[in-house]
T-cell receptor, first 111, second 112 residues
Framework: GEDVEQSLFLSVREGDSSVINCTYTDSSSTYLYWYKQEPGAGLQLLTYIFSNMDMKQDQRLTVLLNKKDKHLSLRIADTQTGDSAIYFCAPRRGSARQLTFGSGTQLTVLP | DAGVTQSPTHLIKTRGQQVTLRCSPKSGHDTVSWYQQALGQGPQFIFQYYEEEERQRGNFPDRFSGHQFPNYSSELNVNALLLGDSALYLC???????????FGPGTRLTVT
């Protein structure tokens, strides 16, 4: 099955850029999603990229995909305290309809 | 647009009991997926319902069952509760095109 790995923790200063990394194992992943989860809440869909793309930009968010290395990253520009949360990458494998989640990266934004 | 809604918000049950969780999908969505999120972990896929049938299932025992109604809302049933079933249960709704899963706020189940 699919394995998804992320660093557990990341701390940045307010105003800096944050880069959250993710590696996955299944090369048949078609769509790769980024979700944000705040304490005690559900998951908020941030953005996603199709596997035939290298990059996608959406306001402060930039997603980079290296399909050869099965590496996905999410860059948040001008990080704010409201960006503090857990971030999950979630590949969708082939024609499967479920998403596979890693353990997430806890982003802490320091003032 | 109300988004995905779930009820109840919190639930406390005793080991061996049965529980039913409910989900209403986002307007325009016909597919409902259920995930279990243990503390400190990412969500794990339980199953997905489409056209009132279970379309795909993850690695969960038969104690976990579900139902989808004609209005696309869904229920998750768990029988013979174990302490390890304590988790946040998330419902997500979607359509096939584009394939975007939107999650509800979850139901926090505690089994004592």
């Amino acid at each position: 099955g699919e394995d998804v790995e992320q660093s557990l923790f990341l701390s940045v200063r307010e105003g800096d850029s944050s880069v959250i990394n993710c590696t996955y194992t299944d090369s048949s992943s078609t769509y790769l999603y980024w979700y944000k989860q705040e304490p005690g809440a559900g998951l908020q869909l941030l953005t996603y990229i199709f596997s035939n793309m290298d990059m996608k930009q959406d306001q402060r968010l930039t997603v980079l995909l290296n399909k050869k290395d099965k590496h996905l990253s999410l860059r948040i520009a001008d990080t704010q305290t409201g960006d503090s949360a857990i971030y999950f990458c979630a590949p969708r494998r082939g024609s499967a309809r479920q998403l596979t989640f890693g353990s997430g990266t806890q982003l802490t934004v320091l003032p | 647009d109300a988004g995905v809604t779930q009820s109840p918000t919190h639930l406390i049950k005793t080991r061996g009991q049965q529980v039913t969780l409910r989900c209403s999908p986002k307007s325009g969505h016909d597919t409902v997926s259920w995930y279990q999120q243990a503390l400190g972990q990412g969500p794990q896929f339980i199953f997905q319902y489409y056209e009132e049938e279970e379309r795909q299932r993850g690695n969960f025992p038969d104690r976990f069952s579900g139902h989808q109604f004609p209005n696309y809302s869904s229920e998750l049933n768990v029988n013979a509760l174990l302490l390890g079933d304590s988790a946040l249960y998330l419902c997500a709704s979607s359509t096939d095109s584009p394939y975007e899963q939107y999650f509800g706020p979850g139901t926090r189940l505690t089994v004592t």
